[in-house]
């Protein structure tokens, strides 16, 4: 099953200051951190913020050729987490046909965003990041969610609603 999540922001990891995209079920308060790359980041930061670069970027020239073919990206879905490492995919249709494309997730949130489309967690990878979240040496889970709740939106970066 698929759980439907909201950029809730972006944040520093205190500990390692690698940024992390914090995802929000939009029925309850769970949530999901992926730690990024900067560059992956910066790509989202520049959309939530609706800054508009003066030449495409790599995931601006990926929606423009998706547009191009005439595919519509239906959703992504963050499929799995497998020895901390997230997995994704990005689910488009072209002439009727759906097309599974694989991706990192910051990639698929990225070009989530740029094309509006939802963005799904599927459950067991939220039940394993809560598993998991003892075991990494990284501040995950638990420790980020209570971390997490007295930081304001200024905090995380402007709330996508």
Same mark, same amino acid.
């Given at each position: ?86 997995? =994704?995919?990005?689910? %488009?249709? #072209?002439?009727?046909? *759906? $097309?599974?494309? !694989?991706?990192?997730?910051?990639? =698929?949130?990225?070009? %989530?965003? #740029?094309?509006?489309? *939802? $963005?799904?967690? !599927? ?8 598993? %998991? ?5 990284? $501040? ?22």
């Amino acid at each position: 099953m698929e759980v439907e999540m909201r950029i809730r922001g972006l944040m520093l990891d205190p500990t390692t200051n690698m940024p992390i995209i914090v995802l929000k079920d939009v029925n309850s308060e769970a949530v999901l951190p992926i730690w990024v790359g900067v560059f992956e980041a910066n790509a989202i930061a520049l959309e939530i913020e609706k800054v508009s670069p003066p030449r495409p970027m790599t995931h601006d020239l990926l929606k423009n050729t998706i547009n191009g073919l005439g595919a519509k990206v239906e959703r992504v879905v963050v499929t799995e987490l497998r020895n901390d490492t997230f997995y =994704a995919s990005i689910w %488009a249709t #072209r002439n009727g046909e *759906p $097309i599974m494309i !694989d991706s990192r997730p910051s990639d =698929a949130i990225a070009l %989530a965003m #740029r094309m509006d489309c *939802p $963005i799904y967690v !599927d459950e067991t990878v939220l039940q394993s990041s809560r598993l %998991a979240s003892g075991t990494t040496g990284r $501040i995950t889970g638990e420790d980020l969610r209570r971390w997490m709740e007295g930081l304001s939106d200024d905090d995380l970066g402007r709330n996508r609603t």
